[in-house]
């Protein structure tokens, strides 16, 4: 393969994960690059890579008990490696509100904040 067309699947695969940190409402420092140069977004417990369109979340849990959590919680996400407290699992879409949220909590993800509201700490006029 050569560099050129390297360098348009990685662009590629950013942008999907960048659609994926917003529909996960992800912290933007999450998305950065590996040792080899591919993006990725990283979490305090696990990993998010992109491939054609597709997510593969990896996880490692400190227990066999924790990993078979894990995986019931994300039943949403096929599963295509599966080891004994580790593995991947993949993701064909962008994640619902209530799935984003395990999938943030399992790969240990920061959220980001939310806008503040209307009004806040602009000055108000008397009435």
Not at 71 to 84: E, H, M, P, T
Not at 95 to 118: L, Q
Request: charged share 25%.
């Amino acid at each position: 393969m050569d560099i050129a067309a390297l360098h348009r699947l990685r662009q590629k695969d950013k942008a999907g994960l960048q659609q994926l940190l917003g529909a996960l409402n992800g912290a933007k420092n999450a998305l950065g690059l590996d040792g080899c140069g591919d993006w990725m977004i990283e979490g305090r417990r696990g990993e998010i890579r992109a491939c054609s369109g597709t997510f593969s979340i990896y996880l490692q849990c400190h227990s066999v008990r924790a990993w078979n959590a894990a995986k019931k919680q994300l039943a949403f996400c096929r599963g295509s490696q599966d080891s004994d407290d580790e593995g991947v699992l993949t993701l064909d879409r962008l994640p619902t509100e209530a799935e984003a949220k395990i999938i943030r909590n399992y790969v240990g993800i920061h959220m980001t904040r939310p806008p503040p509201a209307k009004g806040f700490g602009s000055e108000q006029t008397p009435s």
